[in-house]
């Protein structure tokens, strides 16, 4: 038995660093992104300036209009205020429409909370992954993601809602089976046993079509 729990252990372990791994690099390709524009960005200013000399006002619009969609494809879509929560949301936002997924997010988090970095980062982004994973399974105009984070009194509130195939999804042990299949399912482990050790809650329901997952963490 406690051999098994070894194995268990180390099997999450891997999967939390790789999950690490790959958050670091979806942040880190989102801001070579952006340094890549600050760094063209005097260029571009003499392409303006140019047109501008040169009196040719619809050059100058179509530019604009070009470096505007550019920006816009590295901008932070969203700003909940506080900065990891912005990373990986970001990150993984920018991953999902690159997936023709569209994603609706409203989240409001304060600068400080006691949840660390690394707890946000493994739940915010196993919650996501399952979210993206699933919908892959759909045709693109029914793939959606919808992110909601706010406190709650002295509680950081969560829910991520996805679209899913037909049919509610069923439970192994009073859990709900990992979409990827068998040997997978480390990362709802994982988030489980953080919001545990957070002394905090987490719901997950499987509704024809949707689900959702609810969690509360105390701060």
């Not at 700003?79 to 912005?86: R, S, V």
Request: proline letters at 1%; glycine letters at 6%.
């Amino acid at each position: 038995m406690r051999f098994l729990e070894k194995m268990i252990d180390k099997r999450i372990a891997a999967y939390q660093s790789d999950l690490l791994a790959t958050h670091y690099a979806e942040v880190e390709n989102m801001y070579r992104q952006i340094r890549g524009w600050r760094h063209d960005y005097r260029n571009h200013i003499q392409v303006l300036d140019s047109y501008a000399q040169m009196g040719d006002l619809e050059a100058l619009r179509s530019y604009l209009k070009d470096l505007s969609m550019d920006l816009n494809t590295v901008d932070l879509v969203l700003k909940t205020g506080n900065k990891m929560t912005d990373v990986i949301l970001n990150s993984k936002i920018s991953l999902a429409k690159s997936r023709h997924i569209q994603v609706r997010a409203d989240a409001h988090v304060p600068v400080s909370l006691s949840t660390s970095e690394i707890d946000l980062c493994i739940i915010m982004g196993n919650l996501f992954d399952n979210a993206i994973e699933a919908c892959m399974q759909l045709p693109e105009e029914k793939r959606m993601i919808r992110i909601y984070m706010d406190m709650k009194n002295t509680q950081l509130y969560m829910s991520f809602t996805n679209t899913t195939v037909q049919g509610k999804q069923q439970k192994e042990d009073g859990r709900f089976r990992s979409t990827k299949g068998k040997g997978h399912g480390y990362g709802l482990v994982r988030v489980d046993t953080i919001v545990e050790r957070n002394q905090g809650y987490i719901s997950r329901n499987s509704e024809d079509g949707a689900f959702t997952t609810e969690i509360l963490l105390p701060q």
